[in-house]
């Protein structure tokens, strides 16, 4: 009677976790190569301010987040804005700053974009981003891919190493992990034919 009840158990719980929803991305892995040739602008600088609201298409509202970035290097593509010397590129991306929000009847609801790279205010990025579609979005090609974090290299003054959401392996490079920014450059222009 004992393997009885446990048969049951097991049939419950595997029924139970087969019915459960599953989210999952799929995402084609993309090389420097790759990026490079997909990329739109592909530029280095440092994000100046980032707003979140909504953008109209399909006859109803979507989540956007919009980020402005100082442009220090353009490597491909042309700024969004020019004031004076300083070059600004504008990106709105889909997704929501807020993790989750309870609609009006209580029902909690989760951020449905939450696999686009959200960049931080004041942080230097080396960013591949698309075309800017129809309706004013774009996002950074392969997702975590092209955002790479810039940051200095401890104890080296003006070095600095840029690295992706994916410890930049399957670029094709040397070795995953942070790269050199300086080789990084050279690497991009080189495969723009520069």
């Known amino acids: 009677m004992n393997w009885k009840r446990n048969s049951i158990l097991l049939l419950a719980a595997s029924l139970l976790i087969l019915s459960a929803p599953v989210c999952a991305t ?3 892995k993309m090389d420097l190569e790759d990026l490079t040739t997909r990329a739109g602008t592909i530029f280095r600088g440092t994000v100046i ?3 979140q609201g909504t953008i109209q298409a399909g006859g109803g509202e979507l989540p956007a987040v919009t980020y402005r970035v100082r442009v220090d290097e353009l490597y ?5 804005e020019t004031k004076g010397d300083m070059s600004i590129m504008v990106i709105r991306m889909l997704g929501s700053l ?5 609609n009006a009847d209580g029902k909690l609801k989760f951020d449905a974009f939450g ?3 959200r960049l931080n205010p004041g942080a230097d990025y080396l960013l591949f981003t698309t075309q800017e579609s129809s309706i004013g979005l774009s996002v950074t090609v392969g997702l975590g891919q092209g955002a790479f974090r810039v940051l200095p290299v ?3 003054d ?4 840029a690295v992706n959401e994916f410890n930049n392996a399957g670029l094709g490079l040397d070795s995953a992990g942070p790269v050199e920014l300086d080789k990084l ?3 991009i222009n080189t495969l723009l034919g520069r």
């Open 158 to 161: 003006g070095q600095y190493q």
């Open 26 to 28: 799929t995402m084609l």
């Open 154 to 156: 401890d104890g080296v």
């Open 115 to 117: 696999q686009v790279p």
């Open 185 to 187: 450059s050279a690497r």
């Open 49 to 51: 301010d980032v707003n």
């Open 76 to 80: 491909k593509g042309a700024a969004t």
């Open 98 to 102: 807020v993790h989750s929000k309870t």
